[in-house]
């Protein structure tokens, strides 16, 4: 058994958290169809990304007036219109959007913003404005759905080392995560010198025969992690992820992600957490990197993803907790804000600009912030409804009005 297969049998059996394993007896009864095979790619940009520095309301005189020191200046910009604009730093996303593959929608956020980092990404992560009553994040409650658990499939994957999010955290434990093709595992207890032993009770576990109740529980788990981890090597051994992405964590999940679709995981969402956005102090050049390495790690995964012929299967969803305040501040940075742009990239997308930008006006802004025009709910629920074949109100507890995102429904 090589190394990645023993890493991951081993933290399947010590887990102190059951994983978030796809049985149907389990799922979430959503009335689907045949099972999909489309695939969702969450960016989490952490720590509240700048969405006036980010798409640029050039055409607003009150922009600059407000950035004497941050504005973007005209001739570093790439226009998207006559009053909106992505940075240059983004031109692998504006090459994307030339080609109807990137979508912005603006003026995103939900009401009664909260600028806690921690809360505010739990009402994201939930899809609820109530998140402390609710224990589960809307991506594992899709992945508990029939039609996208499986008895063989993995549901979800955190591509990087960072903590499992509430995004990913179903009823019956947290999603598998992988740093590296060297380093897959689950969320899981201490490697200790019983690891041996663990794997041969997994081995055991899997092929005995039915029981009851707790053993057949049991019994499960290590069929699922065997079957995960053969399931992951095949599709890296697969794959090929040839573009040239950033030397960056970004970077590489996004390879990963990439070489894991391509090589046919059978995998519904993947998620990416890029941090750095909570740029209170001398914003102008961490921004810049930031932007950077997302627009051309995005713009890679693309390219990668449309050489492999997988690009009629993936939506990629790149969102920020909230964004900054209009005005910058006295340490040339920007403050917790409220409404900020997110962005799509997939192949059916309708429109480079879903949504008008949020007004800069001094009457219009709400305690320094602009107003969110779009509930973040909305973009989530077209996502399950006209991507994935999910009815919202199964995933989200409520139906939403849906965006005009994909130029057909796909």
Same mark, same amino acid.
């Given at each position: ?20 394993? $796809?049985? *149907? ?46 504005? #973007? ?14 940075? =240059? ?39 609820? +404005? ?24 993995? $549901?979800?994957?955190? *591509? ?13 434990? $947290?999603?598998? =995560? ?10 899981? /207890? ?71 679709? #391509? ?66 501040? /006295? ?10 742009? +997110? ?21 219009? *802004? ?25 009815? $919202? ?18």
């Amino acid at each position: 058994m090589n190394t990645t297969r023993r890493q991951f049998l081993t933290a399947a059996l010590g887990a102190a958290a059951v994983p978030l394993l $796809p049985r *149907l007896s389990f799922a979430r009864a959503a009335r689907l169809g045949p099972r999909t095979d489309r695939v969702l790619l969450l960016v989490e940009l952490a720590g509240g990304n700048d969405g006036l520095n980010t798409v640029v309301p050039y055409g607003h005189d009150r922009y600059y007036a407000l950035r004497s020191t941050l504005g #973007i200046a005209r001739g570093d910009l790439l226009p998207l219109g006559p009053e909106i604009a992505l940075r =240059q730093e983004l031109r692998g996303l504006k090459a994307l959007a030339d080609r109807g593959r990137m979508t912005i929608v603006q003026g995103v956020g939900y009401p009664g913003p909260d600028r806690s980092h921690f809360r505010s990404s739990d009402i994201w992560h939930t899809a609820s +404005l109530s998140p402390e009553t609710t224990k589960t994040g809307w991506a594992a409650r899709l992945c508990e759905c029939e039609g996208i658990a499986g008895p063989t499939r993995t $549901p979800a994957l955190m *591509l990087g080392n960072d903590r499992v999010p509430l995004l990913l955290v179903g009823e019956r434990g $947290p999603a598998q =995560q992988i740093e590296s093709l060297d380093r897959l595992k689950l969320p899981a /207890g201490p490697q200790d010198a019983g690891a041996a032993a663990r794997i041969d009770a997994m081995r055991g576990l899997a092929g005995g025969k039915a029981g009851h109740g707790a053993l057949d529980f049991l019994r499960d788990t290590a069929r699922a992690a065997q079957a995960n981890a053969a399931q992951v090597e095949r599709a890296a051994k697969l794959g090929k992820a040839s573009a040239t992405y950033p030397a960056t964590p970004l970077g590489s999940a996004l390879k990963l992600a990439a070489q894991l679709l #391509i090589g046919g995981l059978d995998c519904s969402v993947y998620y990416v957490r890029q941090p750095g956005y909570d740029t209170h102090a001398f914003q102008a050049q961490t921004h810049a990197l930031l932007l950077q390495e997302l627009g051309d790690s995005l713009a890679a995964f693309w390219s990668d993803v449309e050489a492999g012929g997988a690009e009629r299967r993936v939506v990629a969803l790149a969102w920020s907790e909230f964004g900054r305040r209009v005005e910058e501040n /006295g340490s040339r940075g920007t403050d917790h804000g409220a409404a900020a742009p +997110l962005f799509l990239v997939g192949e059916e997308l309708a429109a480079p600009v879903v949504g008008a930008h949020p007004s800069l006006e001094e009457k219009e *802004l709400e305690d320094g912030d602009v107003k969110f025009g779009i509930d973040f709910r909305r973009v989530y629920a077209t996502l399950l409804e006209e991507w994935l074949g999910v009815a $919202p109100k199964v995933v989200l507890g409520e139906s939403f009005p849906k965006l005009p995102l994909f130029r057909r429904a796909v």
